[in-house]
């Protein structure tokens, strides 16, 4: 047995930045990467070795059914059961992303091979492939209008066919943007 649950979050820095436009594809991926490291990048499971508690991103991939920039990837944690979470990164303004979190459990115990033989995943694999399929997405005109300037001025702007998993621990400036290296002092 097993279950995916979904998750929507809309996701805005705490101080808007007047020079950051979402839809372009760049600004797309460092904000899902700095969400991404924010509440990840810190999770150590020992500080000795540096064992993260989860790596990400896995099976990076565009969303290709939109007409505007979007990524998924998947997290997995790197103990006990590795429960895979798929997330989905969509800009819907300038100042705004719509996250989709996909968390599937298969409720059993051993390794990732062996909890595979017991409760198999593709079941699940293929609802959120679907789910995630059939999305779509109606901008509002303002945010249409600076996706269509973006297009007009950077034509070949677009989302990163591949990312490879990031280097943890770290952390993400104030700025909620930029990455940066991992100081458990930091935000004590």
Not at 112 to 140: C, H
Not at 169 to 185: C, R
């Amino acid at each position: 047995m097993g279950r995916t649950s979904c998750y929507l979050e809309v996701v805005e820095l705490a101080e808007a930045n007047p020079r950051l436009n979402f839809m372009h594809p760049k600004a797309l991926e460092a904000a899902s990467l700095s969400y991404l490291t924010a509440n990840y990048g810190h999770e150590v499971i020992d500080r000795d070795s540096g064992e993260m508690n989860y790596i990400a991103p896995l099976n990076w991939s565009v969303v290709t059914q939109l007409d505007i920039p979007a990524v998924q990837f998947d997290s997995e944690s790197t103990a006990g059961s590795a429960d895979p979470e798929r997330h989905v990164f969509i800009p819907i303004s300038k100042l705004h992303i719509a996250h989709f979190s996909f968390n599937t459990v298969q409720n059993a115990s051993g390794t990732r091979e062996e909890v595979d033989k017991q409760v198999d995943p593709a079941p699940f694999k293929e609802l959120v492939d679907n789910i995630v399929g059939s999305i779509q997405v109606t901008l509002s005109p303002e945010a249409q209008a600076d996706w269509d300037e973006i297009k007009k001025n950077n034509p070949d702007a677009k989302v990163s066919e591949t990312c490879a998993p990031l280097k943890w621990p770290a952390d993400v400036d104030k700025d909620g943007l930029t990455i940066l290296e991992y100081d458990p002092k930091r935000y004590a």
